[in-house]
């Protein structure tokens, strides 16, 4: 329905607007771009963190690499750019230039997708030599994280290492063990009991947390901890989604905001 609506209504609606040039070539063609762009958008949603059933309603099979981010920001600001310059340059070039913009611009795409293919295959024989459970995408296309995350006598057990597609393992493994439920109110012996106490109220705070994987970084101050617990997933430019928790020292009471910053910076 898409493709017949983009087919025979949307160039008819641009043609009145912007110019006769855009009613201008083959319904055929026109329907076939876009039947092979909602297609093409299907699969693709396959490369990212979620799963696709393709061929439904006929089968519920689901495709899912999860090769990429769905919230990417260079593929976000490369398909704006992209269809910008489609639009800018349609009925101000020849046809044969704009047809060369378009090849360009899915061998680019195409470049991508194919680093990130290859990143992610070589990411997962890394997982399995390591020990680790998971392979987690960044927005950089050479940088995924392996990840290893277990629960143990209501104990909440991560650990996780940076890998990048030429460089190999960043520096050694991080890990965090933490209780699940909080201990009872009282003073504050160290930062591991702060860290305690601020990881259920960050969790019953910040949704993003629960549905992804999560780190910590703390803080110490006179009076108080202060406790970033963080996303590994929901990141973008060094910064990630998450909660802030201030721990009182002298009652052990917590407070929680959300917060969207760079994680180093709470113990720079």
């Not at 992804?212 to 929901?234: C, G, K, N, P």
């Amino acid at each position: 329905m898409i493709a017949g609506v983009g087919t025979f209504v949307v160039p008819i609606v641009l043609a009145h607007v912007v110019g006769p040039a855009f009613a201008a070539g083959s319904p055929l063609l026109y329907f076939l771009a876009m039947e092979g762009g909602g297609l093409s958008h299907v699969f693709l949603d396959g490369f990212t963190h979620y799963s696709v059933p393709p061929l439904a309603p006929f089968s519920e099979w689901e495709f899912h690499l999860d090769a990429d981010r769905a919230i990417n920001l260079g593929t976000l600001a490369f398909t704006g750019f992209s269809f910008w310059l489609m639009l800018y340059e349609r009925g101000r070039v020849p046809v044969s230039v704009w047809e060369a913009t378009a090849w360009l611009l899915l061998v680019g795409y195409g470049g991508y997708l194919a680093i990130r293919g290859v990143g992610r295959w070589r990411a997962g024989r890394v997982r399995v030599r390591g020990g680790y459970s998971a392979v987690v995408p960044q927005s950089n296309p050479l940088v995924f994280l392996l990840v290893e995350e277990r629960t143990e006598g209501g104990r909440m057990k991560l650990r996780f290492a940076e890998w990048h597609l030429f460089g190999g393992e960043r520096g050694p493994a991080r890990s965090l063990d933490v209780a699940k439920s909080a201990p009872p109110p009282g003073p504050v012996a160290d930062a591991r009991d702060a860290l305690e106490r601020s990881y259920a109220p960050a969790i019953s705070h910040g949704g993003i947390l629960a549905m992804t994987y999560h780190f910590a970084e703390v803080r110490e101050a006179l009076d108080h901890f202060t406790i970033f617990w963080y996303s590994l997933e929901v990141t973008m430019l060094g910064r990630a989604a998450g909660v802030i928790a201030r721990v009182d020292r002298a009652t052990g009471g917590v407070q929680t905001k959300s917060a969207w910053i760079a994680p180093r910076r709470l113990v720079a």
